[in-house]
């Protein structure tokens, strides 16, 4: 998952490590919790790979003649980075894959994008009819705020599976040889709301009703919090 990410974004350009780790921040932040901590022994395995290089850019020029790290995305990495966004199988579809493989949408070919969300919508349907049928057998012995956030956790699922069936459409009604969609900032601008609400409060629900530092970078801790629409 981390690994995706990396790559996605030294696509893009070269950069060094507090630079990447905004960048995560900012393209995951709404969708995944994930460490800071795991940042750079990702980048190690990257690097262990052929998939990264890290070149110390030198102290020339740098307030208090530190040096800096900066990481590219090697040849090998590149084809690597394709392969991860050819993948469209059940685990892209689950809540700990989704967000972060829509968040590179724009990355992605169009017959994988929709392999994706269709796959998604269903995970969702299965899971919504799941929560009703339990609901069905277990709201008379619930208290009413534990109905409530059923209710509240499965009219979630249903928002997000039909948010899910209008990309669905709008990819299907593109012209057939595209394969690029909207950037990654307007997916972001857009859909955030949508992905944090139907993977976290929609689990809530379901549940109870079926009863290595870069010179002062690496290392610290703590983790991008996931909001709750």
């Known amino acids: 998952m981390l690994e995706l990410a990396v790559l996605a974004l030294l696509s893009e350009s070269p950069m060094h490590g507090y630079e990447l780790r905004k960048r995560l921040s900012a393209v995951l932040g709404?969708?995944?919790?994930?460490?800071?901590?795991?940042?750079?022994?990702?980048?190690?395995?990257?690097?262990?790979?052929?998939?990264?290089?890290?070149?110390?850019?030198?102290a020339a020029g740098r307030l208090g003649g530190r040096s800096r790290v900066v990481y590219?995305?090697?040849?090998?990495?590149?084809?690597?980075?394709a392969e991860l966004l050819g993948e469209g199988g059940p685990s892209s579809w689950e809540d700990e894959m989704?967000?972060?493989?829509?968040?590179?949408?724009s990355k992605t070919d169009a017959a994988v994008r929709l392999r994706i969300l269709e796959g998604r919508r269903g995970r969702l349907e299965e899971r919504g009819e799941k929560v009703r049928s339990a609901l069905s057998r277990t709201q008379?012995?619930?208290?009413s705020y534990t109905l409530e956030l059923q209710k509240h956790g499965l009219e979630s699922v249903e928002r997000e599976v039909r948010w899910l069936?209008?990309?669905?459409?709008?990819?299907?009604?593109?012209?057939?040889?595209?394969?690029?969609?909207?950037?990654?900032?307007?997916?972001?601008?857009?859909?955030?709301?949508?992905?944090?609400?139907g993977s976290s409060t929609a689990d809530a629900g379901r549940d109870e009703a079926v009863g290595g530092p870069e010179h002062g970078d690496e290392g610290s801790g703590g983790a991008v919090p996931s909001p709750d629409s």
């Open 165 to 197: 069936s209008e990309l669905i459409e709008t990819e299907r009604a593109q012209a057939p040889g595209s394969t690029r969609g909207v950037s990654t900032r307007e997916v972001l601008s857009t859909s955030s709301t949508e992905l944090s609400t």
């Open 30 to 58: 709404s969708f995944h919790r994930f460490s800071y901590g795991s940042l750079y022994p990702c980048l190690r395995r990257l690097q262990a790979s052929g998939y990264v290089t890290a070149d110390d850019v030198g």
């Open 72 to 81: 590219t995305l090697t040849g090998e990495g590149k084809e690597k980075l």
């Open 140 to 143: 008379k012995r619930l208290d």
């Open 98 to 105: 989704f967000g972060v493989r829509f968040a590179f949408f």
